[in-house]
């Protein structure tokens, strides 16, 4: 029987994310028994999180400061941003569960791992939930939680 992975990344915050992505999809597809779903997390907050998606370049480009503000405040108020990405993902995650129907969720992106579990938690999904840390430099603390399989 065909397992089914489903991969939380990003297309447009970096490409640390994209290429890791790639390369789990490149080792996986030698296996025919195991399917990889892969979703950028930002498409599924519609517009609004799409384009603060995209619009991760050009403040870290070309707004220093404003980056530095965005990253302070996320990281002293991580729940709060769990809550906001959650609300508006909610939707769209419960309706690609159902479409996809995962054996088990890897999120290579911090945004996704609080919002994520806690959609789970409250619709008592029982799916696997993993997170692959792709800044090794510093663990941001989106990408630490502790419900994590």
């Given at each position: 029987?065909?397992?089914?992975?489903l991969?939380?990344?990003?297309?447009?915050t970096?490409?640390g994310?994209?290429?890791i992505t790639e390369a789990?999809?490149e080792?996986?597809?030698i296996?025919?028994?195991?399917?990889?779903?892969v979703?950028?997390g930002?498409s599924?907050g519609?517009k609004?999180l799409?384009?603060i998606?995209?619009?991760?370049?050009?403040?870290?480009?070309?707004s220093?400061?404003?980056?530095?503000?965005?990253?302070?405040?996320s990281?002293?108020?991580?729940?709060?941003?769990?809550k906001?990405?959650e609300k508006?993902?909610q939707?769209?995650?419960?309706k690609?569960?159902d479409?996809?129907?995962?054996?088990l969720?890897?999120s290579v992106h911090p945004?996704?791992?609080?919002s994520?579990?806690?959609?789970l938690?409250?619709?008592?999904i029982?799916?696997?939930?993993?997170t692959l840390?792709?800044d090794?430099?510093?663990?941001?603390p989106?990408?630490a939680?502790?419900r994590v399989d």
């Amino acid at each position: 029987m065909q397992k089914k992975i489903l991969v939380i990344s990003s297309d447009n915050t970096g490409h640390g994310h994209k290429s890791i992505t790639e390369a789990i999809c490149e080792k996986v597809h030698i296996d025919d028994n195991v399917l990889v779903e892969v979703v950028d997390g930002f498409s599924l907050g519609g517009k609004l999180l799409f384009g603060i998606g995209k619009s991760y370049g050009p403040i870290t480009r070309y707004s220093e400061g404003l980056w530095k503000f965005i990253w302070n405040m996320s990281a002293l108020k991580a729940p709060l941003v769990n809550k906001l990405i959650e609300k508006l993902i909610q939707k769209n995650f419960l309706k690609l569960i159902d479409k996809v129907q995962p054996d088990l969720i890897l999120s290579v992106h911090p945004n996704f791992n609080g919002s994520v579990l806690n959609i789970l938690e409250k619709h008592k999904i029982q799916i696997p939930f993993y997170t692959l840390i792709a800044d090794l430099v510093n663990i941001y603390p989106l990408w630490a939680d502790p419900r994590v399989d």
